[in-house]
């Protein structure tokens, strides 16, 4: 089977899609990511085939992070969100003719008309289940939002989508929402972590996280510095927009200074510059999965799939969201007692760091929750339960 794999968003779309990829290609099928080219390395790194498609995120938000005060959506204006839609309906069928099923994830809006011209089956594969709408037990201010989110969608895109389904001889599409989401969505994290609901505006079938494996070691300064004192604590804010990286160098020395707790720096999206000391390391990408299990505690932006790496390391947690889904995973670690309540990350200081991670290392309750819920996810592999749903599909 052939599967094309079109992914338009930052690495927490791409990285759990060439996870995916690699569990297809071990059971014999053939892959091809289709993501912006900043992502090239990274797949062809797992044998995967790749073709460029869409902007490049990363340096987006690196060249103008002033911009991006409301995640990925924003940080795609309107008319560069119609040139990317009508790309996908206009430009893939040609570039993946031979596909068997498209799968997207993240701002794919085009993928599923590229399906229909192609004439074979499309799923959407999402991280976070708040993307399939509200159910009418929920505050009537979720609903009315996401009705709204909902109703703008379909009048800023229906008509040039339904323009260019009509050129390809297809018929219009009534909800551009419904049409994005698909048959029947598959929702790839933990329900051990964050459960999708039942009667929600869409159908899905939930599987697990997918994590990526690394195929690389920690460099030898990381084990030097994890070896010369007591375990640290984890700072790393994805991909979140910065644009004053000196700023915060200043707040962790502070933070620092508060816990007298060692820590450990991911540089992120936003390279943070400062100089590492026998207290604190600056790090690039790391493999979370060999990192995280020697670390303390975890402070982070509370993204889907760094808060599944996290949980299978047994370790407290606090998270301090930008956008979309990270909001959601700050309400489930309170839910599920692996950490304290934060703040919102634009209102990030040294002193709610600090006091986030002395309540991470100082609460018993913390440590015992987040070591029983590592051992329950020992028991889910995200891929395998994901790569049989879609061969059911193919098989059906």
Request: charged share 20%; hydrophobic share 45%; net charge neutral.
């Amino acid at each position: 089977m052939k599967i094309a794999c079109v992914i338009l968003g930052t690495r927490g779309d791409v990285q759990p899609m060439i996870a995916l990829a690699t569990g297809l290609i071990a059971n014999g099928h053939e892959v091809t990511i289709c993501a912006p080219s900043e992502n090239r390395e990274l797949a062809e790194m797992y044998n995967c085939r790749f073709i460029p498609i869409g902007p490049e995120i990363k340096k987006s938000i690196k060249e103008n992070p002033e911009k991006q005060k409301g995640g990925v959506a924003v940080k795609i204006s309107p008319g560069q969100g119609k040139r990317f839609t009508l790309d996908q309906i206009n430009l893939l069928p040609s570039l993946i003719s031979d596909a068997d099923i498209l799968l997207g994830a993240g701002i794919v809006i085009g993928v599923h008309s590229a399906a229909d011209i192609l004439k074979v089956p499309y799923r959407l594969v999402a991280f976070y289940p708040i993307i399939l709408g509200t159910t009418a037990d929920d505050p009537l201010k979720s609903r009315v939002m996401f009705r709204f989110g909902r109703w703008m969608m379909n009048l800023v895109v229906k008509g040039y989508v339904n323009k260019a389904r009509r050129q390809h001889g297809l018929a219009p599409v009534k909800d551009i929402w419904a049409h994005w989401m698909g048959e029947n969505v598959i929702v790839a994290c933990d329900r051990e972590i964050n459960a999708a609901r039942d009667k929600t505006a869409f159908a899905f079938t939930q599987t697990g996280f997918m994590l990526l494996p690394s195929k690389k070691l920690l460099p030898p300064e990381v084990e030097e510095f994890l070896d010369a004192g007591s375990p640290p604590v984890y700072i790393g804010f994805g991909s979140n927009p910065i644009t004053d990286a000196g700023k915060y160098t200043g707040l962790f020395e502070q933070v620092y200074e508060t816990t007298g707790q060692r820590l450990i720096i991911s540089k992120g999206w936003a390279g943070f510059a400062g100089n590492s000391s026998n207290d604190i390391l600056y790090i690039d990408d790391m493999p979370f999965e060999l990192l995280f299990p020697r670390v303390v505690a975890a402070i982070y932006h509370g993204g889907t799939g760094t808060m599944a790496a996290i949980a299978r390391a047994g370790i407290p947690q606090a998270a301090f969201p930008f956008m979309g889904d990270q909001f959601d995973n700050r309400k489930q670690i309170a839910r599920l007692g692996l950490g304290p309540v934060t703040c919102d990350f634009k209102e990030i200081s040294a002193k709610a760091i600090a006091t986030a991670i002395t309540e991470c290392i100082t609460n018993d309750n913390y440590r015992k929750n987040a070591a029983e819920l590592a051992q329950k996810l020992k028991a889910v592999d995200g891929v395998e339960l994901t790569v049989r749903l879609i061969e059911g599909i193919m098989n059906h």
